[in-house]
């Protein structure tokens, strides 16, 4: 039998506002447990949420960026249920009336095929608090947990998509796709180690061809892009093998274990909990009008695919550079800069994806680490436009600049005397040099057959390059070269 | 007030006391500490009490003394009050009435609270309350039941009747009373007191311990609509803190106290006057109306026609937001915990066992079940078309009348434990429930006494007709003097 996977993703997205979407409290990481929980996020008695305006902008512009219909009136609900790191005994989310209607999303596939991806709705949330399991004992030595409040309250924006995904793959492509466009809009850091991003997978499968979907399983909580690919790959396999022996596949939550790369059984369906949801009223619903809408969507910064697009129409990059660079806000930034600087897209894009990319995955580093900025390296392409310097000469100033040891290419050019040799006379003078200090190998390119002598050649460039300690323009050795030997045949 | 002066404190209003500190007559420390007596000689048998909070309130005394020899004293400064004990309060012991709030201190202050220390009011303690609000009668706090000064024997009405029982008793000039159902005018009406529900929204619940988010407004309770005016003044306006609060100006409401009342246009609700109510009760109440035609106003029967429904949806909507709004109690952060613990579920089921009474656990029952799958629509959703209706029989009949008047409850106060059954308990505050439904201000005033127990007159208004009920109540109280009836338990402590 053939199968076919169908999955959708809950993607929650962790909006970077300064303060919690209820309270004045900061959202900051990693400070001391309970240090930035406030009588609101505690859920002390009497205290009131107040909504932080910088959410739902943030909650509109991702519902613009993937031209999803916005909400003119969104209302917040409250699920009810009971859990230690739960203060109010209730999460304020939004059930009924969500701020970002139905939008779709395009996601780019290995083999540069484009796919189109439904997004349900998007709606906003607070986060809850963190339970530590760990190294908590009583005054008699029992095992507690500590409860920290300091992520209640962080705004979240819950992205639901339609069960549009095939693969593992197409997961894993969407998530980055919705990653690239909320750090492009600057809505989130997308630090998926710091739980910025994380999601609920729900895959199911089916025999090809039937209409019908299978039984689904929900995925909790997977925080990486690799987590996602295998966490997927697991649960497909065991829901095949489990029909094909005859077996069902049981509606259920399950959690993905990174360190056996397996899934399993959290609750099933008859343990759901009944989450009496219903509207909050502290909070009056969210009133949008046309004109705090538009004034969002003017300020909306491009966005990847369009850039993209931008990147190979316009700048005649190549299908693969123009989106692995356009993925990235930062690296389209920097790549955008540095072709400015030396005025040259595609040695811009080349540098960019070849040494720089390279030199930053070597030392894990994120772009915007980069030791080198994007106008230091515009002007080091700049430098072998120009044939102030060779593309050897060139990767020496770039590890040069990397290290620090001088503010620009030209400094570092200058000091290390790369400066490339183009006055004919003294290239002249070097190949003089060589030919007479390498009568051997003279003779053997004066007695070689005519069609061998090209490779004979690499020989003299070789030495004239090193007398030159790299300095002398290659096209021009290589020219000159062959002419004088030439004239001794 | 010098000391021969004391044993007349409890006849005073916050107007009058005002007056006397404007002109030297009394200081606010000699004010604080005469109250401070009476407390302490009422509270014995009262019980209206849960907190006295008799040294802070002595040195906000002296700071307000020194703030008017200072020359910066405002109308209310130095004046004692009493709060609720549902309002928050920094530093002091904050229960709502309950053994699972009985270790509580609130770091914070409800905006009410630093309202009133910002008019210059100085708070002598927390009064006596249903559990968490839920009663009528002031029999459900964990506290025990208080006292109604006019009859030992009789209930205060609830929930706020530690309030309507410390003014009635002249305990206090003026208490801050809170109203989900009619915890304002039902006690006020059963204590011989003046007491205001504004409208929703027209002051902060910030701080406020929540029953029905909804629903909850807080209000001044009195001897007179001069006072309620002047205490309204200092609390109401939009609060940043609370995003359900009016973001509209606040009058002047004591300006137009004397406003003349002729052409006035009065609507007689018929659904008020129909079975249950108490005929004397009834013949009171009709007298009052007469006071006001002497006074130059028309009477005219109006109808509300959705009125029979409303005991049905406050009882579906009031539980369901309770039932959510008590799940923060649950032992973990603050409150009462049960000891040793099992497992976190064994903390949460015996924390609130223990720590909730007999009616707030019904009405979380009620409330959980009537939002569960399923229910949800048949109750939660039908009693919110219900209340739409209900507001909508108020706004038709304000485009034909200023204000409606009835009683505030079909009875006078009845006895300690006479109502047995929660249903009989839940239909007292049959005429005073549509009114927080549709989110519209309301008065009661004294206006009669049936077997030696008072009887309250209920004036409504249209949204934020704040100035107009207080108007029409004061024009009332100038005519009659229902309001300056004393127990004589108030005497008795002097």
Known sequence: MQWETVIGLEVHVQLATRSKIFSGASTAFGAEPNTQACAVDLGMPGTLPVLNEQAVAMAVQFGLGVNAEIAETSVFDRKNYFYADLPKGYQTSQMYHPIVG???????????????????????????????????????????????????????????????????????????????????????????????????????????????????????NVNSFRFVEHAIAFEVERQIELIEDGGEVVQ???????????????????????????????????????????????ALPELPEAKRARFEDELGLSAYDASVIAASRDMADYFEEAMRVCGDAKQAANWVQGELSAALKREHLEVTESPITARQLGELIGRVQDDTISGKAAKQVFQALWDGQGESADEIIEAKGLK????????????????AQSPKQVAQYVEAEPDKRGKMIGYFVGQVMKASRGTANPQQVNQRLKEKLDALV | MSDHTADATFDHTVTSLAAALQNGDASSRELTTDYLKRIERAEP?????????????????????????????????????????????????????????????????????????????????????????????NETSYYGAVKNPWDSAAVPGGSSGGSAAAVAAGLTPASMGSDTGGSIRQPAAFCGVTGLKPTYGR??????????????????????AEDCAHLLGAIAGHDLRDSTSATRGVPDYAAEL????????????????????????????????????????????????????????????APAEASSNLARFDGVRFGHRCEHPEDLIDLYQRSRAEGFGEEVKRRILIGTHTLSEGFFDAYYTKAQKVRRLIRQDFLDAFDQVDVLMGPTSPTPAFDLGAQKDPVSMYLQDIYTIAVNLAGIPGISVPAGMVDGRPVGLQILGSHFAEARLLNVAHRFQQTTDWHQQRPAFAKEIA
């Not at chain 1, 959290?266 to 009944?274: L, S, Y």
């Not at chain 1, 490339?420 to 030919?435: C, P, S, Y």
């Not at chain 2, 035609?293 to 909507?317: K, M």
């Open chain 1, 102 to 220: 139905p939008g779709e999303l395009l996601i780019r596939l290995d083999d540069d095929v484009t796919k189109r991806v439904r997004i349900h709705h998007a709606h906003l949330e607070e986060d809850a608090g963190k339970s530590l399991h760990e190294s908590f004992t009583d005054a008699t030595g029992r095992e507690m947990t500590g409860i920290d409040l300091n992520r209640a309250g962080t705004p979240l924006l819950e992205i639901v998509s339609e069960p549009d995904m095939r693969s593992a793959k197409e997961a894993s492509a969407y998530l980055r796709a919705i990653h690239s466009i909320v750090t492009y809009l600057g809505i989130s850091d997308g630090n998926m180690a710091e739980g910025s991003m994380r999601c609920d997978v729900n895959v199911s499968v089916r025999p090809r061809g039937q209409d019908a979907l299978g039984t689904r399983t929900e995925i909790k």
């Open chain 1, 252 to 298: 259920e939550t399950r959690l993905y274990d990174p360190e056996s790369d397996e899934t399993r059984s959290m609750r099933t369906k008859e343990e759901a909990n009944d989450y009496r949801y219903f509207p909050c009223p502290d909070l009056l619903p969210v009133v949008l009008d046309q004109a705090y809408i538009d004034h969002l969507r003017d």
């Open chain 2, 258 to 317: 004397d406003a003349p009342l002729a052409g006035l246009k009065i609507g007689l609700p018929r659904e008020y006057f129909g079975d249950g109510l108490d005929p004397a009760v009834a013949s009171a109440v009709r007298e009052a109306v007469k006071v006001y035609e002497s006074l130059g106003a028309t009477v005219r029967d109006v109808s509300l026609p959705h009125t029979r429904y409303a005991t049905s949806a406050y009882y579906v909507i």
């Open chain 2, 45 to 137: 048998t009262l019980n209206s009490f849960i907190s006295v909070t008799a040294e802070q309130a002595l040195a906000a005394a002296d700071d307000a003394d020194q703030a008017r020899a200072d020359g910066c004293a405002g109308f209310l400064t130095g004046v004692p009050i009493s709060l609720k004990d549902i309002f928050c309060t920094q530093g002091v012991k904050t229960t709502c009435g309950s053994k699972m709030l009985d270790n509580f201190i609130a770091p914070y202050n409800a905006t009410v609270v630093d309202k009133l220390a910002a008019a210059g009011c100085i708070s002598l303690g927390k009064t006596n309350m249903d559990e968490f609000a839920m009663g009528s009668s």
């Open chain 2, 203 to 224: 002051v902060s619940r910030y701080g406020i311990i929540a029953y029905a988010s909804s629903l909850d407004q807080a209000g001044p309770m009195a001897r007179t």
């Open chain 1, 420 to 435: 490339q040799v183009t006055d004919t006379g003294a290239i002249d003078a070097m190949i003089d040099d060589v030919i």
